[in-house]
């Protein structure tokens, strides 16, 4: 016999847990456990039955893994919590008590954790990290442009703004920068690092203020787990790139509003080996220098020979080499058969990319863009995003000291080839000559136009940009599918279309004048049946009646083919009109106003149908028998209510007459011969022995007489 199972011992009730639980069972604050989440990356979790995995109540609640909340309970930052909490309560009992020696030592000692392990856990490699710190620099660059209060201090904005402009120095040193984007929120760029794209949004430089609906507490926990690892992830960027971290700050430019040119960017001296090659691979012994890999093959030999007393002569080697070796991977040497080993997968033969190389791919064409150039930015344009963008290019720039210093040259130099200039052009009477010959020189551009060079990847023509002109529309670059804004494509491409149109209307003009002759006969009973299926009155089908007469199509022809016409275009016309409106109100209902709007449009296109199907029925069977025909569904409506009433008879005239009225009605054409016919059974059925007292009332005859228009029916 098997093992019993137990009610909420197994299955989803034993592998989730609800939050409360998890609460109690860590033992901390509900806001620790938000913490803890966010460090680890934990977040809730939908079970495919809520009722079993909350064993047996359907209250709303949060679920997470059981494992993932057992791998909590283990966490080093929960202990300092803990610790924190118990520092707390004992320095508030020492300021209480007035023992102001004990509340300095307590708070000279307050337990402070660490996210260095949480960093290492959830990003293995390097390529990892780079590949998220997207929502990291747009925390960073949100908090670097917020205002300080009591819930956001001051220098957690000064750390922000220092890690952005570390960014932006990185950036703009190794030309990564690839796409810009001017939208109402912020500016959009994207940047290549280590072959991986990075998106990240800069707000404007307005006055920023937090909204009282927003949880501060949260995003400063995010901002705390970004802070960490943006510091591991520009280290090793600056590191690799040869440079001194972090970089050193002037304070002089800094209190002069420099920006980003407030910080020195420094080379790594060569004479100071990096801090991650503490641990040599390559040792000097006896003026020999031998590597670990040196190390570990002499000791598989001693091992295989069995000397272990002998003493082994290390083979020397040169250390660029030895390191060389050691970063590349080893081919494997086993002697098998290649014929005989099967097909490995591609993703195996393949070379898997390192640090190494992916530091040593080659940069676009289109990196230095701005190298032969030199702008002036004029005092209206936004100088921290364009001293970004033209020094991320190559190109120098300078600003006006109204826009801060440390500006590399002044308004009156030469060198100046492009003025970034955002307000309307004026009129200058008093303009000298050498003003208006470095006019000329210099091209006045609006801000939009380096935006576009950089997206275009090339620099386009100044007179589309030119002051004072309406410039043209600016749209996204990012997007990869088949319709997305193409930076590339300008008026190239409107002309080949132009010039593809002109072709096909020579070519249709060519097939029409070869057909003419072949389609002159047709064209006027064409036109004809066209006519009369769009005639509106009885004039216009009388002309269309004439024109087929006089091109020599016979009227039994024409009223067949005209009845045709109209009935297709009667159909189609509404039909195309309206689908489109139908399709647009569909897409605006959920699930299931759709599902149930659906049911109620096959429910009438089937009454439709058999509503037409009962008139084709009526106009090709002889009316004679409709009586017996309705006695015959009377008698199966009659055995059918029998079984439900559980076996009583129970015969309702009205029913019969209903369904009788409904058959009148439908057989009832206008001229049909027939129609008396109907009435006079229908009437007979009515004043037979089979209806009831109530079917037989006169006044039930009457008003069905009078429905009938006969007059010869009325006396009766």
Known sequence: MGRLRQKGKAGAAKAYVTRSAAVKKLQCSLADFRRLCILKGIFPREPRNRKKANKGSSAPTNFYYAKDIAYLAHEPVLRKLREHKAFAKKLSRALGRGEWSSAKSLEENKPVYRLDHIIKERYPTFVDAVRDIDDALCMIFLFASLPSDSK???????????LAAEWQLYVMHTHSL???????????????????????????QFTQTIPSDVDVRVMLTFLELYQTLLGFVFFKLYTDAGLVYPPPLDVQKDEAAAGVGAFNLQEAKPNQPPVAA??????????????????????????????????????????????????????????????????????????LPTLKTLSTLPQSTSSKLFAPYTFWLSRETSRPIFEFIVRSFGGRIGWPATSGGGSPFDENDESITHVIIDRPLVQRPNETEAEKERRRRRKYVQPQWVVDCVNAGKILLEDLYAQGKTLPPHLSPFGDHAEAYDPTAGLVGGEEDEEMEEDEEVEGDEDEADGSEEEGAARPAKSALKAAASAEDDAALRAAELAAEAAGIDYGTFEKEAKKAQKKASKTAPAQEDEAEKDMNKMLMSNKQRKLYERMKYGQKKRAEEVRMLGITADGVCLTNVSSSDKTWSRRSGRSRRRR??????????????????????CRRPGSPRATTCIGHTLSYMLSEQTNKKTKDPKIIMRFAATSAEPQWLST
Request: net charge negative; with cysteine.
């Open 178 to 204: 690839r796409k810009v984007f001017l939208s109402i929120k912020g500016v959009y760029y994207q940047a290549e690092v280590f072959d991986q794209t990075v998106t990240w949004l800069v707000p404007y």
């Open 645 to 666: 009433n559980g076996g009583r008879s129970r015969h309702d005239g009205r029913l019969a007459v209903s369904f009788l009225l409904h058959h009148f009605v439908l």
């Open 152 to 162: 956001v201090s001051p220098t957690l904005i000064e750390n922000c703004a220092r």
């Open 278 to 351: 503490a641990k040599s691979k390559v040792v000097e012994v006896d003026g020999k220098r031998i590597s670990s890999k040196d190390v570990r093959q002499t000791i598989k030999s001693i091992s295989a020979s069995g000397s272990g007393d002998a003493d082994v002569e290390m083979p020397s080697v040169d250390a660029e080499a030895a390191n060389d070796e050691d970063e590349e991977f080893v081919e494997d040497t086993t002697e098998e058969n290649p014929e005989d080993a099967p097909d490995a997968p591609a993703f195996t033969t393949a070379t």
